[in-house]
């Protein structure tokens, strides 16, 4: 390349940068320069080190949202790609209207999070909820259910809301990946007589790796700043139980502690990148590359 | 350096907002009046907004905040870190009145007798370093609903005084209303876990518990503090008057309508349910009537103090007119017409013998007693964190995941660490 076309690259990239460097990274550098004072609205602002991360690790309200995060990461994660992936492979094969099952399964992907939350408390309401009915009418249990109303509960009742949520988003990355799967590639296995579950493991899960690997890094990353669900649904509770990282350091944000939020949202960043880069790893992409 | 920094980050995210604003401001003096609430709420504030505007020539536009209080604390918090010079006015939860004022974030409000309004609320909320910082636009004190329909149906002469009583007579009339409703519980209140729960505890609590201040620094775990703990997770658990949805589901409004569908012999709440509950439609209508908050064993009875205060911001380039603008909505005139239009309780003392306000109102005269007798919550800027601390301790204790003593005993240490970090001590 010659050093006009390198200079005409910049310039065309230049915008991008621009954004980026605007709205991200200086973001970031902002809040991780905050992270190290006392910053408290109604005192007076210190630098004060690693103070604000050492008395996070002291705090149990932090313990415990740290906990329920990967929890939650742990659970509703895998569960959202596996279904992602059943659904996908449902819908890579043909049938009649496949196009409109397609566009439908997208349907709880475009509703905005806050919407699936007011959704869900319907749902799970104690008095007239729809779980609650449906238990009294199919005659399964007299009694109604009290679905928030102890930590386990509530957490999978926020799994079963967020996989409803996120789910056709897995699955609509995973088909996007089966398609790009050549399909003479199935054509020489059946000659070779492989079965459903030998032409799945063999061709469709090795060949599909890089995108199930993109897959499980989106939804991790999306999974560990969980906040809107739980906002709407328990906004923490029962007893602080299902309270999310992102939701504590709102809290902080919003009591005028914008030193001790600050480290909050710096933690759930550097945990939000190992994850990408075990991903990464994972997925081996530098490799590929060369 | 380090203050331009700060400037920076605030102000990055409020560029679109401002530019709207610059654009459209031509360079007289307008007063900018951030105001969330109900829509029936804005249109009353529109109303007093146009009166002012037409009897003073001072431009005033209002700068709409979500409904939801903490969205409201969360947007002005913002804007005023960033100390920009909108909005000028606001309105403030009297529960964060003392984050804002030691920000130094009011400005002191100068030339108001404060003589017509509660003088307990201005002394203990309003006043900051001996200077008026703010003003009662609307008062708020928990209250007690009673049906007294029920009450007198099985022969009880009145509301009951103390919570025992409250205890006894729930369990008295619930099982012979469950027949025809199964829903019907004795006693429904606020105790999930949002603020609501942290007024309803005080008010359990009664005269010698709640926050208590020992040399400077607050402290919940006390014997008369554990016993109202135990005392709300067992009307839910242990005599079933209050429902089991109490401390997932019940909110104010959750509560008022619970109670308005004729499903509860008693209510606690804040007195804007009156109006509702007397509505064409509510089942409750004429059956209802209002108590103070029943009291503790050996303690008197606290109401917990709640309502929305007007300030200033020190920021604003508009000072003076935004002080004139203060002084119109809470002057008699223009209290008594968001009175009349809304039914709000007035900070104004004077409002409550007006006639015309009476004649509409009947229920008033009990309220000014109730206000006049409110106990605030504690006056500290870090009121928020020890709150939210303590909300998740009770509400803990409600859904059974700690005992009391266990809750109360780990509140103070949180509460302790807390302020260890600020260094107060």
Same mark, same amino acid.
């Given at each position: 390349?010659?050093?006009?076309?390198?200079?005409?690259?910049?310039?065309?990239?230049?915008?991008?940068?621009?954004?980026?460097?605007?709205?991200?990274?200086?973001?970031?550098?902002?809040?991780?320069?905050?992270?190290?004072?006392?910053?408290?609205?109604?005192?007076?602002?210190?630098?004060?080190?690693?103070?604000?991360?050492?008395?996070l690790f002291g705090d149990r309200a932090f313990r415990q949202s740290i906990e329920f995060t990967f929890?939650?990461?742990?659970?509703?994660?895998?569960?959202?790609?596996?279904? +992602?992936?059943?659904?996908?492979?449902?819908?890579?094969?043909?049938?009649?209207?496949?196009?409109?099952?397609?566009?439908?399964?997208?349907?709880?992907?475009?509703?905005?999070?806050?919407?699936? +939350?007011?959704?869900?408390?319907?749902?799970?309401?104690?008095?007239?909820?729809?779980?609650?009915?449906?238990?009294?009418?199919?005659?399964?249990?007299?009694?109604?259910?009290?679905?928030?109303?102890?930590?386990?509960?509530?957490?999978?009742?926020?799994?079963?809301?967020?996989?409803?949520?996120?789910?056709?988003?897995?699955?609509?990355?995973?088909?996007?990946?089966?398609?790009?799967?050549?399909?003479?590639? @199935?054509?020489?296995?059946?000659?070779?007589?492989?079965?459903?579950?030998?032409?799945?493991?063999?061709?469709?899960?090795?060949?599909?790796?890089?995108?199930?690997?993109?897959?499980?890094?989106?939804?991790?990353?999306?999974?560990?700043? !969980?906040?809107?669900?739980?906002?709407?649904?328990?906004?923490?509770?029962?007893?602080?139980?299902?309270m999310?990282l992102?939701?504590y350091?709102?809290?902080?944000?919003?009591?005028?502690?914008?030193?001790?939020?600050?480290?909050?949202?710096?933690?759930?960043?550097?945990?939000?990148?190992?994850?990408?880069?075990?991903?990464?790893?994972?997925?081996?992409?530098?490799?590929?590359?060369? | 350096?380090?203050?331009?920094?700060?400037?920076?980050?605030?102000?990055?995210?409020?560029?679109?907002?401002?530019?709207?604003?610059?654009?459209?401001?031509?360079?007289?003096?307008?007063?900018?009046?951030?105001?969330?609430?109900?829509?029936?709420?804005?249109?009353?504030?529109?109303?007093?907004?146009?009166?002012?505007?037409?009897?003073?020539?001072? $431009?005033?536009?209002?700068?709409?905040?979500?409904?939801?209080?903490?969205?409201?604390?969360?947007?002005?918090?913002?804007?005023?870190?960033?100390?920009?010079?909108?909005?000028?006015?606001?309105?403030?939860?009297?529960?964060?009145?003392?984050?804002?004022?030691?920000?130094?974030?009011?400005?002191?409000?100068?030339?108001?007798?404060?003589?017509?309004?509660?003088?307990?609320?201005?002394?203990?909320?309003?006043? @900051?370093?001996?200077?008026?910082?703010?003003?009662?636009?609307?008062?708020?004190?928990?209250?007690? @609903?009673?049906?007294?329909?029920?009450?007198?149906?099985?022969?009880?002469?009145?509301?009951?005084?103390?919570?025992?009583?409250?205890?006894?007579?729930?369990?008295?009339?619930?099982?012979?209303?469950?027949?025809?409703? $199964?829903?019907?519980?004795?006693?429904?209140?606020?105790?999930?876990?949002?603020?609501?729960?942290?007024?309803?505890?005080?008010?359990?609590?009664?005269?010698?518990?709640?926050?208590?201040?020992?040399?400077?620094?607050?402290?919940?775990?006390?014997?008369?503090?554990?016993?109202?703990?135990?005392?709300?997770?067992?009307? !839910?658990?242990?005599?079933?008057?209050?429902?089991?949805?109490?401390?997932?589901?019940?909110?104010?409004?959750?509560?008022?309508?619970?109670?308005?569908?004729?499903?509860?012999?008693?209510?606690?709440?804040?007195?804007?349910?009156?109006?509702?509950?007397?509505?064409?439609?509510?089942?409750?209508?004429?059956?209802?009537?209002?108590?103070?908050?029943?009291?503790?064993?050996? #303690?008197?009875?606290?109401?917990?103090?709640?309502?929305?205060?007007?300030?200033?911001?020190?920021?604003?380039?508009?000072?003076?007119?935004?002080?004139?603008?203060?002084?119109?909505?809470?002057?008699?005139?223009?209290?008594?017409?968001?009175?009349?239009?809304? +039914?709000?309780?007035?900070?104004?003392?004077?409002? @409550?013998?007006?006639?015309?306000?009476?004649?509409?109102?009947?229920?008033?005269?009990?309220?000014?007693?109730?206000?006049?007798?409110?106990?605030?919550?504690?006056?500290?800027?870090?009121?928020?964190?020890?709150?939210?601390?303590?909300?998740?301790?009770?509400?803990?204790?409600?859904?059974?995941?700690?005992?009391?003593?266990?809750?109360?005993?780990? #509140?103070?240490?949180? !509460?302790?660490?807390?302020?260890?970090?600020?260094? !107060?001590?």
């Amino acid at each position: 390349m010659s050093k006009s076309e390198v200079r005409e690259g910049l310039a065309f990239l230049m915008p991008l940068i621009l954004v980026l460097v605007i709205f991200i990274l200086l973001g970031v550098l902002f809040t991780v320069m905050d992270s190290f004072f006392r910053d408290v609205t109604y005192l007076p602002k210190k630098f004060i080190g690693l103070e604000n991360y050492a008395a996070l690790f002291g705090d149990r309200a932090f313990r415990q949202s740290i906990e329920f995060t990967f929890l939650f990461v742990l659970v509703s994660v895998p569960l959202e790609v596996f279904i +992602g992936l059943v659904i996908a492979l449902v819908l890579n094969e043909s049938f009649p209207l496949r196009g409109a099952v397609r566009a439908s399964i997208l349907i709880p992907w475009a509703i905005p999070n806050a919407v699936t +939350g007011r959704i869900f408390e319907l749902i799970y309401n104690y008095s007239y909820g729809g779980a609650n009915y449906l238990l009294r009418t199919l005659h399964i249990s007299s009694d109604p259910v009290h679905w928030l109303g102890d930590p386990a509960g509530a957490f999978f009742s926020l799994v079963l809301a967020d996989a409803w949520k996120t789910t056709p988003f897995a699955a609509i990355i995973l088909l996007a990946g089966l398609s790009a799967i050549p399909s003479d590639l @199935y054509a020489q296995a059946r000659v070779d007589r492989a079965g459903f579950m030998q032409r799945l493991v063999k061709v469709t899960l090795p060949l599909l790796k890089p995108v199930l690997v993109v897959t499980f890094l989106f939804r991790t990353i999306q999974a560990l700043q !969980i906040f809107d669900i739980i906002y709407v649904l328990t906004k923490g509770g029962p007893g602080g139980s299902t309270m999310s990282l992102s939701m504590y350091g709102y809290l902080s944000f919003s009591a005028g502690d914008f030193g001790y939020g600050s480290a909050i949202s710096v933690i759930l960043f550097l945990m939000a990148f190992g994850f990408s880069l075990g991903y990464l790893r994972l997925g081996a992409f530098g490799k590929e590359i060369s | 350096m380090r203050g331009k920094i700060r400037r920076i980050k605030f102000i990055l995210p409020l560029i679109l907002s401002h530019l709207l604003i610059c654009c459209s401001s031509s360079q007289e003096a307008r007063v900018i009046f951030a105001v969330g609430g109900t829509p029936a709420e804005l249109k009353g504030w529109e109303q007093l907004v146009n009166g002012f505007q037409w009897r003073s020539g001072i $431009p005033i536009e209002i700068l709409l905040l979500p409904a939801d209080t903490d969205q409201q604390r969360q947007s002005l918090i913002i804007s005023l870190e960033a100390g920009v010079k909108n909005p000028d006015v606001f309105l403030m939860d009297v529960g964060w009145l003392a984050l804002f004022s030691h920000s130094g974030w009011l400005e002191p409000l100068k030339g108001i007798d404060t003589a017509p309004f509660f003088s307990k609320v201005i002394e203990l909320s309003d006043t @900051y370093q001996g200077n008026l910082v703010a003003l009662p636009m609307y008062m708020d004190g928990g209250l007690l @609903y009673y049906r007294k329909d029920l009450l007198n149906a099985s022969g009880i002469s009145g509301p009951p005084k103390t919570w025992e009583n409250l205890l006894s007579t729930s369990l008295l009339i619930q099982p012979g209303m469950r027949r025809e409703r $199964p829903d019907f519980y004795g006693f429904v209140w606020q105790g999930a876990e949002y603020e609501g729960l942290i007024c309803d505890f005080l008010e359990f609590a009664g005269s010698n518990g709640g926050f208590i201040l020992k040399d400077g620094l607050i402290r919940v775990n006390t014997p008369e503090n554990r016993h109202a703990v135990q005392f709300m997770h067992d009307l !839910i658990w242990k005599y079933k008057i209050s429902p089991p949805t109490t401390y997932t589901e019940m909110k104010e409004e959750q509560v008022r309508r619970y109670f308005q569908r004729g499903d509860a012999l008693y209510e606690r709440n804040w007195p804007y349910a009156w109006n509702l509950h007397e509505d064409e439609e509510s089942e409750v209508r004429n059956r209802t009537g209002i108590a103070p908050i029943p009291a503790p064993r050996g #303690a008197e009875s606290v109401s917990t103090l709640g309502g929305w205060h007007i300030g200033v911001s020190r920021f604003s380039d508009a000072k003076p007119e935004a002080l004139e603008f203060v002084k119109y909505v809470t002057s008699y005139m223009g209290q008594k017409k968001m009175v009349l239009l809304l +039914g709000w309780n007035p900070g104004r003392q004077d409002l @409550y013998l007006d006639r015309e306000v009476i004649e509409k109102m009947p229920h008033f005269s009990k309220l000014k007693e109730i206000f006049q007798n409110a106990g605030p919550r504690p006056m500290v800027p870090y009121y928020a964190q020890v709150s939210k601390i303590v909300q998740t301790k009770i509400n803990g204790v409600l859904a059974g995941r700690y005992s009391s003593d266990q809750a109360l005993k780990e #509140a103070d240490e949180e !509460i302790a660490a807390l302020l260890k970090r600020y260094r !107060i001590e």
